[in-house]
C-alpha cells in the first residue's frame, strides 16, 4: 500500500510509558508530509512536462519523416525531370541532326541540279554558237557564189539633186528602176 503524505500526518501512535513525545512525532510527521507533499508534486510536474516533451518529441518524429520522405519524393522528381530533359534533349538533337542532313542532301541535289543545268547551257551555248558559225559561213560561201556567178551592178554616180524627183515621182526604189 502507498502511504501519502495525508497518512503521515494523520498518522497516530499508540502511548506507551516512557514513549516519545507525540507533539515532536506530530511535528516530525508533519514535515516528512510536507516534503513528500512537495516531491509528488514536482514528480507529477516532471511527469507531466515529461509526457509534453514525448508529445513534441514524437510530433518532431513525424515531422522528420515527412520531410525525409517529401526529400526522397522530390528527389526522385528531379531524376526524373532530369532524364525526361535528356531524353527529350537528344530526341531534339537527333530530330535537328536529321533536319540538317536533310538541308544538306537538298542543298547538295540542288547543287548537282544546278551544275546540270550549266552544263547544259554551256552545251547549248556551244552549239548555237556553233550553228551560227556555220550559218555566216553558209550566208559568205553564198555571198561568194553569187558573186561568181552574178556580177555586181554599178550604179550611175548621180547627184543627190537629180535622183530626189524621181523618188518623188515614182514609188519604186531607184535601184529597182534600173
Not at 507533499?37 to 507529477?44: C, S, Y
Not at 542543298?107 to 550553228?131: H, V
Not at 543627190?160 to 523618188?167: D, Q
Request: hydrophobic share 40%.
Amino acid at each position: 500500500m502507498r502511504i501519502t503524505p495525508i497518512d503521515i500526518a494523520h498518522k497516530n501512535f499508540g502511548k506507551k510509558m516512557f514513549g516519545l513525545d507525540p507533539e515532536e512525532v506530530a511535528d516530525f510527521l508533519q514535515q516528512i508530509a510536507s516534503q513528500m507533499e512537495t516531491l509528488i508534486h514536482e514528480r507529477n510536474s516532471l511527469k507531466e512536462s515529461l509526457r509534453e516533451k514525448d508529445l513534441a518529441n514524437a510530433e518532431y518524429k513525424e515531422r522528420d519523416k515527412v520531410l525525409k520522405e517529401t526529400i526522397s519524393t522530390a528527389s526522385q522528381m528531379a531524376e526524373r525531370l532530369r532524364q525526361d530533359s535528356e531524353r527529350e534533349g537528344k530526341l531534339i538533337i537527333v530530330d535537328a541532326q536529321q533536319k540538317a542532313e536533310m538541308i544538306i542532301r537538298d542543298s547538295r541535289d540542288s547543287l548537282k541540279k544546278m551544275y546540270q543545268e550549266m552544263t547544259e547551257l554551256k552545251r547549248a551555248r556551244m552549239q548555237f554558237e556553233a550553228n551560227l558559225k556555220a550559218l555566216a559561213q553558209a550566208h559568205l560561201t553564198l555571198l561568194e557564189q553569187g558573186e561568181k556567178y552574178m556580177p555586181q551592178m554599178q550604179l550611175p554616180n548621180l547627184s543627190v539633186s537629180e535622183t530626189a524627183p524621181i523618188a518623188r515621182s515614182s514609188s519604186v526604189s531607184p535601184l529597182a528602176a534600173e
